[in-house]
């Protein structure tokens, strides 16, 4: 069974959003169920600082031995940082994928957004489904 951890927001499409500093201010990568499920990633496209983003509009790719896969903004924002740490070791996202392995932190245009995802029960049932 997948990690869900609780207190943060997810979609659908298996990104989660975690608080950073400030009521505005979220880390944004994917789940533990999408990283096992693409495999070994073996590099992430990311966007700069300063780029802006609609809800679910792609931000990234995800490149794992078995599949691509795109990456969605789960909320409307711009990127504040990017987790460098990724270009050197991308399976960062694999090992750690709610701490180590995030993808980039946003500075969200309404936090209220973030509060209309899916929470980890949510989340839960919708992998139950699946």
């Given at each position: 069974?997948?990690?869900?951890?609780?207190?943060?927001?997810?979609t659908e499409e298996h990104e989660y959003v975690r608080a950073?500093?400030?009521?505005?201010?979220?880390?944004?990568?994917?789940?533990?169920?999408?990283?096992?499920?693409?495999?070994?990633?073996?590099?992430?496209?990311?966007?700069s600082a300063g780029d802006s983003f609609d809800k679910m509009?792609?931000?990234?790719?995800?490149e794992a031995v078995k599949a691509v896969s795109e990456l969605?903004?789960?909320?409307?924002?711009?990127?504040?940082?990017?987790?460098?740490?990724?270009?050197?070791?991308?399976?960062?996202?694999?090992?750690?994928?709610?701490?180590?392995?995030?993808?980039?932190?946003?500075?969200?245009?309404?936090?209220?957004?973030?509060?209309?995802?899916?929470?980890?029960?949510?989340?839960?049932?919708?992998?139950?489904?699946?």
């Amino acid at each position: 069974m997948s990690e869900v951890p609780e207190g943060l927001h997810y979609t659908e499409e298996h990104e989660y959003v975690r608080a950073a500093d400030g009521d505005d201010e979220f880390y944004v990568g994917i789940t533990d169920y999408a990283q096992s499920e693409l495999g070994d990633v073996v590099f992430v496209e990311l966007p700069s600082a300063g780029d802006s983003f609609d809800k679910m509009e792609v931000f990234g790719t995800i490149e794992a031995v078995k599949a691509v896969s795109e990456l969605f903004c789960p909320v409307p924002g711009e990127v504040l940082e990017v987790n460098d740490s990724l270009d050197g070791d991308p399976a960062l996202v694999n090992s750690d994928p709610y701490g180590e392995g995030w993808m980039i932190r946003l500075k969200v245009s309404d936090p209220s957004d973030v509060q209309g995802l899916l929470t980890a029960e949510a989340y839960r049932a919708h992998l139950d489904e699946g």
